[in-house]
């Protein structure tokens, strides 16, 4: 089985400062890891995938990403927050055996101007 | 290029009406999907297919019913929707898992479709 947990359904911060919005996962083989973006009255947009090689993954909006093998993370981070990256974040995973995507409850990160 | 073309944006059924969600892509994706997404539950999996003549469950079927006759089209079937059904209705295609992109099955998703069951 699969499973994704996001430990926080709100994360504020102020424009210019950094932000984390935090996701662990559960696989029992090799992890694909992705995060996505819902802005409002739309559909999920991908911002980054970890599939395999460096554990920093770089993505869209200048959102990044930290693969953690040993504490079974993957959060999501941006140094410099935008009040135009308010929006619903969701990380999902697949486990390398299945041919299906498990995300999360999502977060919503209020970015405050 | 359209992408994942869902119809309709917005429906409204009275209880134990049936109706159908439409979904289509352009992109030749064998792998398509629909989840719902409520408040506090996140998206879940209602049914998906990795290919024409191929479905399987999902983590919330019940209630829902889908076929694959064509690549390009899977439409979802509310067969007597009831109140619980009422949420909104995301389709979502990707490239087969395992091909392409490191396989990594990165998902395009439709814009959405709004039901509520009254």
């Known amino acids: 089985a699969q499973s994704v947990a996001q430990p926080e359904d709100q994360v504020n911060v102020a424009e210019g400062n950094p932000l984390t919005v935090k996701c662990t996962y559960s696989?029992?083989?090799?992890?694909?890891l992705f995060w996505y973006v819902q802005y409002p009255n739309r559909g999920l947009q991908f911002l980054l995938k970890y599939i395999t090689g460096d554990n920093l993954v770089k993505g869209s909006y200048g959102f990044e990403a930290e693969f953690n093998k040993s504490q079974t993370s993957f959060h999501l981070k941006k140094p410099s927050a935008l009040v135009s990256d308010s929006a619903l974040y969701f990380c999902a995973v697949r486990d390398g055996g299945y041919s299906t995507l498990t995300f999360g409850k999502g977060t919503m990160l209020l970015v405050s101007p | 290029n359209a992408g994942v073309t869902q119809t309709p944006k917005f429906q409204v059924l009275k209880t134990g009406q049936s109706m159908t969600l439409q979904c289509a892509q352009d992109m030749n994706h064998e792998y398509m999907s629909w989840y719902r997404q409520d408040p506090g539950m996140g998206l879940r999996l209602i049914h998906y297919?990795?290919?024409?003549?191929?479905?399987d469950q999902g983590e919330v079927p019940n209630g829902y019913n889908v076929s694959r006759s064509t690549t390009e089209d899977f439409p979802l079937r509310l067969l007597s929707a009831a109140p619980s059904q009422t949420s909104v209705y995301f389709c979502?295609?990707?490239?087969?898992?395992?091909?392409?992109?490191?396989?990594?099955?990165?998902?395009?998703f439709g814009a959405g479709s709004r039901l509520t069951v009254l």
């Open positions: 297919s990795v290919g024409a003549g191929i479905t």
């Open positions: 979502a295609s990707s490239s087969k898992p395992g091909q392409g992109a490191g396989g990594a099955n990165v998902l395009t």
């Open positions: 696989v029992s083989g090799n992890p694909y």
